[in-house]
């Protein structure tokens, strides 16, 4: 790396920008980076002007996220090869179907040394009925090495300034470090953990689970059934991790990544919220992302459909029954209702006693 560390942030929907506030102080604040930190927007018109020139002149993602000043030394850059040519840390926070597109953008065009980060909640499916971490495919696509950030940080609540805490995964202690330092405030809390792979499956998983405690909120069944669907989704998370993953630390669950990443997506985020209007409205899912999302994609459906892929070529999908019957509801093939067959009939109850 260079005497300053110059960071990019690819991306700027609403976990993009609220963690610009974070990463745009910090930079300023401390010495070891440089000040100006880019940020790749996706050009948009609003109200018949450019986003970026909207952020750049008034500091405020008026799209994705309205209300909330982004400092100064935030500059919004549309062109992606622009935005990071230059960046010794590239924090990838786009949803994880356009990663591969940006690879080949930018393949060939950053430095040779940087390093990635990605902030991205999702699996990619690989040819032939595997699943490719987001990290590795970054790694594999850019040539450069990638840790990962993820935790209980619901962007509303991170932009706001709220306490919360975070996991990076991080093989490099030395990277760690810095990365540690970019990130660390008074209310975002960083914990490192070398346990990468687990870390990044964690924040992709726990979006199905909550899908599945939208569907109890739609249907009305309580606080009880909620805590079932966070439970019997936890242990599935751990056996997954086991099975496609093997060697990872169960301690890693117990990190914010883990256990309290899924208590807030199941409580608080848009992928419980969209699956509870799922219920409700009867609309598709597609209907309610435009609706409700300003049409983002919602990551849960798409991450049980190819995590379904996986345990199908496996032919495991009765192990899972909480993913399985979760993505047939997502797809219309179960309807909401029988979410609770699910739950009766799940192995977790049916011990047998020698």
């Given amino acids: 790396m260079s005497d300053k560390v110059r960071v990019c942030i690819v991306g700027s929907g609403n976990w993009g920008s609220a963690i610009a506030k974070i990463v745009g102080v910090n930079a300023k604040r401390l010495s070891t980076f440089e000040d100006r930190v880019t940020m790749y927007v996706y050009e948009e018109m609003i109200d018949g002007k450019k986003l970026t020139e909207i952020i750049n002149t008034t500091h405020e993602n008026v799209k994705y996220l309205p209300g909330h000043k982004l400092p100064e030394n935030i500059v919004a850059v549309p062109d992606v090869v622009e935005a990071a040519k230059d960046a010794d840390i590239l924090i990838f926070v786009v949803p994880h179907q356009f990663i591969r597109g940006l690879g080949t953008q930018l393949l060939g065009k950053i430095k040779p040394t940087a390093v990635g980060l990605s902030l991205i909640k999702g699996f990619d499916v690989a040819e032939g009925g595997g699943m490719e971490l987001i990290s590795h495919l970054i790694t594999k696509h850019l040539k450069i090495p990638c840790s990962v950030l993820m935790g209980a940080n619901l962007a509303g609540e991170v932009a706001e300034e709220k306490f919360c ?20 405030s008074p209310n975002f809390r960083v914990v490192v953990v070398d346990d990468v792979d687990a870390v990044e499956i964690c924040g992709a998983l726990k979006n199905i689970v909550a899908c599945g405690a939208g569907f109890v909120d739609g249907m009305g069944l309580g606080d009880n059934t909620k805590a079932a669907v966070i439970r019997l989704g936890l242990m599935e998370m751990i056996k997954f991790v086991d099975v496609f993953y093997p ?17 807030t997506t199941c409580y608080g985020g848009r992928n419980r919220k969209v699956s509870e209007a799922f219920v409700k409205t009867g609309k598709t899912i597609k209907q309610l992302e435009d609706e409700m999302l300003n049409g983002q994609k919602l990551q849960g459906p798409i991450t049980a459909e190819e995590v379904n892929f996986m345990l199908k070529s496996k ?40």
């Fill in 165 to 184: 805490e975070t996991t990076i995964g991080c093989r490099d202690m030395k990277i760690a470090q810095t990365l540690r330092d970019l990130f660390q």
């Fill in 247 to 263: 060697g990872s630390k169960l301690s890693t669950f117990f990190e914010s990544c883990g256990v309290a990443d899924l208590i």
């Fill in 315 to 354: 032919g495991m999908e009765d192990k899972f029954p909480l993913f399985t019957a979760i993505h047939k509801i997502c797809t219309g093939q179960v309807k909401p209702q029988g979410f609770l067959d699910c739950l009766r009939n799940h192995p977790e109850h049916m011990q047998t006693f020698s």
